[in-house]
């Protein structure tokens, strides 16, 4: 059974930083794009960032050049290193894994991100 786990969430002051940490189990990493995407209330889950396994990157508008995207394929690891947060990034945060060969995607339980000072 696949497992993706995230970790990093909290809360954090406008302008802070933090670094979201999904680990993988049980899954061909290299054949699976990685993403993270949030959720606010009220609002559908959309894409914060994307991965290849190549290491091509993607972002949302609204995060590119504060936030940064990474992962680890010997560890099975992806990363988000989100700077200069703002109030409106505060959301869930969810880690995808998208196996580009069958299609299919998992995701993680989702982790809480506050920006509020």
């Known amino acids: 059974q696949v497992q993706l786990v995230e970790s990093g969430g909290g809360l954090v002051q406008p302008g802070g930083s933090l670094r979201l940490s999904c680990a993988a189990s049980n899954i061909i990493f290299n054949i699976n794009t990685m993403g993270w995407h949030r959720r606010v209330p009220g609002k559908e889950r959309g894409l914060v960032a994307a991965i290849g396994s190549g290491g091509t990157t993607r972002y949302a508008d609204s995060v590119k050049g504060r936030f940064t995207i990474s992962r680890d394929n010997a560890k099975n690891m992806v990363y988000l290193q989100m700077n200069n947060l703002k109030p409106e990034d505060t959301a869930v945060y969810y880690c995808?894994?998208?196996?580009?060969?069958?299609?299919?995607?998992?995701w993680g339980q989702g982790t809480q991100v506050t920006v509020s000072s």
């Open positions: 995808e894994a998208h196996n580009v060969l069958s299609g299919q995607s998992y």
